[in-house]
């Protein structure tokens, strides 16, 4: 779990190119948590353990880019494929939503 953590911060910054503050941010609304740097470094630490819902989160947004940095070239239909076996995938009004578990 610590490295799912570590993973998740590294791949903000690095391959969405998206701030920390900005992805803790994101990460709150989605999950409806209130979530702090503090806490953030906890988890990383193995002091804490994230949701179920919030551990989702993580791997939904480490998986793409984890395969790419293992050199893995996904094509989107992979990754649906990908997506409609770990989450629950629905379509409503023609946008794509995961049902984080």
Do not use: H
Not at 9 to 34: F, P
């Amino acid at each position: 779990m610590r490295q799912l953590v570590s993973s998740w911060v590294e791949a903000q910054k690095n391959g969405y190119r998206n701030t920390l503050g900005g992805a803790i941010k994101e990460l709150s609304q989605e999950c409806g948590i209130k979530l702090t740097y503090s806490r953030l470094a906890e988890w990383r630490a193995g002091k804490y353990t994230p949701s179920q819902k919030v551990l989702s989160r993580l791997f939904y947004d480490v998986l793409p880019w984890a395969l790419l940095k293992a050199g893995v070239k996904v094509t989107a239909e992979q990754q649906d494929a990908l997506d409609g076996l770990i989450w629950n995938v629905k379509v409503v009004n023609g946008e794509r939503q995961i049902e984080l578990l």
